[in-house]
């Protein structure tokens, strides 16, 4: 039985199987059972490895030997590749050896033929991948990061992996971790005078990203075109389904950008083209999460011509319909999510807001010449789950940033960048897990990613 | 003149034009001036624009207007192709746009025309892409990592964002570092009964993940084969040239995985074709990485099968070769790196040593069942850098790995995952930076990331 499992080790998956091979084909497959039915003559396996949100089914004689076989298990079968009487492949096994025994009466937290709530499944994080609609999330996420990085790469872009620990706090929200070696024997033996002890490693404070935007603006003075899928972290007390602690941005950066449509433009089609080929390598998956987070599988934004307004277009329209708004509108800051859903319900597509105030957008944002209360940035809006990138041109004038009133101490640096050879540079940042749950209807983000952090949980 | 430059913004960057071009072709192109060099008639522009290291040369009329033309500046140009004298293309251009001045008589610490040690280059970090062997390194990183998702979703692997905040701190090294939010008033404003302040946020001690494997084995139990590509910290006071406080880990884990030898057979298959793909994406890069800090291009390792031999084999090497080295050999310790670079010589050929005593590895380890003493282990090692990679079985009984003496406390999860369905799996890591100094040959590891960060220095 060894002898045949390896002889037939070369055999795909059952993702590749079901692609590739044909009936009458001789193979072995390895997996786990997910749900076992006995009729008289034979017995009839589900079987998954990880490869497909599709069933497997295995069929084997129905022999006293085979009567342990029970979901959890993990078996390898080796037979022919025949059709089930509703079309599809399914493998007729000669021979089926157990590899691993399942023993989910001793306490496995799942019930095979069961659908758990997401909330229940994420109470169990380390077992939760065993969970078809968590693989399946894992899988297209796996597909959405390929996909990012073919694109990207295709329009010559270089990736930089931008540092997790910074001295920095960017955007000075104040929101962000902190970091120190766990050892006090490391810190003293490391300490020098004059620095507080707890920052003898660095000899400064050191925090975790909040974003890679200024150090990757650091490396477009060198490269012209880069972007980053990063780590972020923020230290927010938000329980709500649109937050995390510990997340994914991609942040892209172009040299010689010069106006706010070719970023809307480059935005717009870089999502477009991502989407379609994750549709095309993940379409089952994303099906499958779909269906089980009962969300709409068509993305209608895919097919029209995204909208541009300005900051004060949208405010009059907000205004014009403020009764059937849930939030009062604020001049202030910015737009709620309930009217950023109601501005893409009005426009009937994705829109970006262009030609923000000044006062609520961050020092690095290029200032407007002929309206010194305006910069050149962008939000992008998407049905469901609303802003979905912020974007701008950077300030290039070195002057102008030096005097901004929100300009972060010790950032003399990023204002050096302009002094040298200040070409005209902007860029964009997206939360990679808020795009995941836009293309699978996820609820709660906590769902998109495999480990989530959020406040009074870091399990494992 | 703008209106020239938008007429022609379509046309590729200058690597793209060296490939796809010919003479004749009118075009424009955008860069920084890396070096001006007048003559009778013509002045002559080195232009660079983040895409190459290849120079490219701008042949202007020597106009009283482009008099002001110098090193640091960023221009457009518009004109046609032509070959130079020497065989490569240049732009022969009519007009000439200054896009922004370079003003390096300002501070710039670089001089354009000398070559800089990488120390002196580093202490510049935010101005460092700007420096050709950086940004070529830049490009290297980039298309190293590309090769290796192309490769891994290629064999069917899935890519996990493995955690970076951790409760547990993996191989019990005990340099982590600890992290918690900044801010006071959201740590009180979140303490709860019984937990001390500094853990308020998440409930518990939270450090900055070591490694992604244990993570990593979790996913695998429903993904079958799956893979990272991470940030990982470690809090050492350490100075060498081999070691940051934050660096990259590639990482993968296989379900089915019984033997050593598939496991070293997967990973010398592995590095050969991702490596063979960056020479064909990046050799360019890698020859200019590689001539500036004087290193060996060829890199024969491609070419010979690579060995396997037994920890005991290898010491009895050692031991009959002890007047050749550097280091007196230890039993407790493993190999230095001076008898790791010994072992790859004796050799010919990289080499996997498998087979180590149990008391020198992790107790994540598959103990083998003929010799307790000894666990299915490997380590590979490669000239130059010595260890690249270590890997294991991983031990697939409950009971065996429960009473391991260093199984951490508040490990109960990574036992479970063997507990229901516990399939025979194995995997190994990689540090990403030591293998880009393998490939590169550039010497310290703090230039072949964006950002270095190690003991007494985040900068940025």
């Given at each position: 039985m060894l002898f045949l499992r390896r002889f037939y080790s070369k055999s795909g998956r059952i993702a590749q199987i079901l692609k590739t091979n044909k009936p009458g084909d001789s193979l072995a497959i390895q997996g786990w059972i997910k749900n076992v039915r006995r009729l008289k003559n034979n017995t009839f396996l589900d079987i998954n490895d990880g490869s497909t949100s599709s069933r497997f089914q295995v069929v084997v004689p129905r022999t006293p030997e085979n009567q342990h076989l029970a979901p959890g298990s993990v078996i390898a079968a080796v037979g022919k590749i025949q059709v089930a009487p509703n079309g599809s492949f399914e493998l007729h096994a000669n021979q089926v050896e157990m590899l691993a025994e399942g023993r989910l009466q001793e306490g496995y937290p799942f019930s095979p033929k069961q659908k758990h709530p997401p909330e229940y499944v994420r109470e169990h994080l380390h077992l939760r991948s065993r969970v078809d609609f968590v693989a399946a999330q894992m899988r297209v996420r796996h597909k959405a990061q390929k996909a990012i990085h073919d694109y990207m790469d295709d329009q010559d872009f270089v990736q930089i992996n931008t540092p997790l620990l910074t001295t920095n706090d960017c955007e000075?929200?104040?929101?962000?971790?902190?970091?120190?070696?766990?050892?006090?024997?490391?810190?003293?033996?490391?300490?020098?005078p004059n620095i507080p002890m707890e920052q003898s490693y660095f000899d400064s404070k050191v925090f975790l990203s909040v974003s890679g935007q200024l150090h990757l603006e650091a490396m477009t003075y060198g490269l012209g075109k880069t972007y980053t899928l990063s780590p972020a972290f923020r230290a927010e007390n938000s329980k709500s389904p649109l937050h995390l602690a510990e997340f994914y941005m991609f942040e892209a950066e172009l040299a010689h950008l010069e106006e706010m449509e070719k970023l809307a433009q480059f935005i717009e089609q870089m999502l477009k083209s991502v989407t379609n080929r994750l549709l095309e390598t993940s379409g089952e998956d994303l099906?499958?999460?779909?269906?089980?987070?009962?969300?709409?599988?068509?993305?209608?934004?895919?097919?029209?011509?995204?909208?541009?307004?300005?900051?004060?277009?949208?405010?009059?329209?907000?205004?014009?319909?403020?009764?059937?708004?849930?939030?009062?509108?604020?001049l202030n800051e910015g737009f709620s999510k309930d009217q950023e859903l109601f501005l893409v319900a009005h426009c009937g597509a994705p829109v970006f807001v262009v030609d923000w105030p000044a006062q609520q957008k961050p020092f690095y944002m290029k200032v407007s010449r002929s309206n010194p209360n305006r910069v050149h940035a962008l939000d992008l809006l998407m049905p469901a789950v609303g802003e979905l990138c912020g974007g701008s041109l950077r300030e290039s004038d070195p002057a102008i940033l030096k005097s901004h009133p929100h300009l972060p101490k010790d950032l003399e640096w990023y204002v050096d960048l302009r002094k040298y050879g200040g070409v005209p540079t902007g860029g964009f940042g997206m939360g990679f897990e808020r795009y995941l749950q836009l293309v699978t209807g996820v609820k709660n983000i906590r769902d998109v990613i495999p480990f989530p952090r959020y406040p009074h949980s870091c399990k494992m």
């Open positions: 000075g929200a104040g929101e962000v971790f902190r970091v120190q070696p766990d050892s006090q024997d490391l810190l003293k033996q490391m300490n020098r099906s499958f999460c779909q269906r089980n987070s009962n969300s709409n599988s068509d993305l209608p934004w895919l097919q029209v011509p995204w909208k541009i307004m300005s900051y004060d277009e949208a405010l009059q329209v907000l205004q014009e319909n403020k009764d059937s708004l849930k939030t009062p509108i604020s």
